[in-house]
């Protein structure tokens, strides 16, 4: 009836196992002030990481550290992996997927060494960020324990 009120609803799943914390948690200002946007963290357990929405790769920045997914229904989202991971120069990143590629949720991006990123980075608590470039109104977020592809957002 009021068919001008429904909610466009997209799913995102997680990009790796692990437990899901508030954004705000993060030790990294640029994620907790959400300046690049909303979302949450998952603190990994595994090293793979992978597509949390289908859509097209549209960046995978040049150390692997962090990439970006977008949907044909105007989402972006992006995976940082780690804090302060850039400056570890690609080392204990595998890229697998290419920028351009189309991806279904659940397909590996980026495989981690998570020892060595532990050891070697800042942290490597991970982001999972709504892009501000995303037709977004509201953000149901889940915060508990996942695996991989477990529903951790509802984006409206």
């Known amino acids: 009836m009021f068919g001008f009120l429904k909610r466009k609803v997209r799913d ?3 990009p790796v ?3 899901i914390v508030k954004l705000e948690s993060v030790n990294d200002d640029v994620f907790s ?3 690049v946007g909303d979302g949450v963290a998952i603190i990994p357990i595994t090293g793979h990481f992978t597509a949390p929405i289908d859509g097209v790769v ?3 920045f040049s150390t692997n550290h ?3 997914i977008k949907s044909d229904k105007d989402l972006e989202i992006m995976v940082h992996i780690g804090l302060e991971t850039v400056s570890l120069d ?3 990143f595998t890229r697998i997927a290419q920028e351009g590629e189309n991806v279904k949720a659940g397909d ?4 981690a060494d998570l ?3 532990q050891t070697h980075a800042k942290d490597i608590i991970t982001p999972i960020i709504v892009t501000d470039a995303s037709d977004v109104k509201e953000i149901d977020k889940n915060f508990s324990v996942v695996k991989s592809q477990d529903k951790i957002m509802e984006v409206s």
């Open 33 to 35: 002030t959400k300046m």
């Open 90 to 92: 690609g080392k204990g």
């Open 58 to 60: 549209s960046k995978i």
């Open 12 to 14: 995102v799943y997680a």
């Open 115 to 117: 020892s060595y990123i």
């Open 108 to 111: 590996v991006i980026i495989e």
């Open 17 to 19: 196992d692990g437990n």
């Open 66 to 68: 962090a990439y970006s």
